[in-house]
C-alpha cells in the first residue's frame, strides 16, 4: 500500500516541481524515468505495473494541468489531460517493469 500512496505522492511532486519549473529540457525526463525504475524496483510484478501505472497518470495528467495556461477554462480541457495521463500510465508501467526486471537480474547474478 506504501508504494502505492508513494507512487500518487512522487507523481504530484514531480508535476508540480516541472509545471512551475522556469525551464524544461530534455533532461527534466531524467528524474521521471529513475523514479518510476525505482516504483518497481523489489516489487511484484503486479505491484509494479499498478504503482508504476499510478505514477505515470499522475505525473502526466497534473503537469498538464498544472502548466495549463489556455483562455479555456481548464475543466474543458479535462479530458484531453486524461489521455495524456493514460499514455503517461503506460510509460509508467513500462518503466516499473523495468525495475523489476533489473531487480530481478541483479538476483540471479547473486546466486
Same mark, same amino acid.
Given at each position: 500500500?506504501?508504494? !502505492? $500512496?508513494?507512487?500518487?505522492?512522487?507523481?504530484? +511532486?514531480?508535476?508540480? %516541481? #516541472? =509545471?512551475? &519549473? /522556469?525551464?524544461?529540457?530534455?533532461?527534466?525526463?531524467?528524474?521521471?524515468?529513475?523514479?518510476?525504475?525505482?516504483?518497481?524496483?523489489?516489487?511484484?510484478?503486479?505491484?509494479?505495473?499498478?504503482?508504476?501505472?499510478?505514477?505515470? !497518470? $499522475?505525473?502526466?495528467?497534473?503537469?498538464?494541468? +498544472?502548466?495549463?495556461? %489556455? #483562455? =479555456?477554462? &481548464? /475543466?474543458?480541457?479535462?479530458?484531453?489531460?486524461?489521455?495524456?495521463?493514460?499514455?503517461?500510465?503506460?510509460?509508467?508501467?513500462?518503466?516499473?517493469?523495468?525495475?523489476?526486471?533489473?531487480?530481478?537480474?541483479?538476483?540471479?547474478?547473486?546466486?
Amino acid at each position: 500500500m506504501t508504494r !502505492f $500512496v508513494s507512487a500518487i505522492v512522487l507523481g504530484f +511532486l514531480l508535476a508540480w %516541481g #516541472a =509545471a512551475h &519549473a /522556469m525551464f524544461l529540457q530534455w533532461w527534466t525526463l531524467v528524474p521521471w524515468g529513475l523514479v518510476g525504475v525505482a516504483l518497481g524496483y523489489r516489487a511484484t510484478r503486479g505491484r509494479a505495473m499498478i504503482a508504476g501505472a499510478l505514477y505515470g !497518470f $499522475v505525473l502526466c495528467f497534473m503537469f498538464t494541468l +498544472l502548466g495549463y495556461g %489556455g #483562455a =479555456a477554462p &481548464a /475543466m474543458r480541457q479535462v479530458p484531453f489531460f486524461t489521455v495524456f495521463g493514460l499514455i503517461g500510465a503506460l510509460c509508467g508501467l513500462l518503466l516499473a517493469l523495468l525495475g523489476t526486471l533489473e531487480y530481478q537480474r541483479f538476483i540471479f547474478r547473486m546466486r
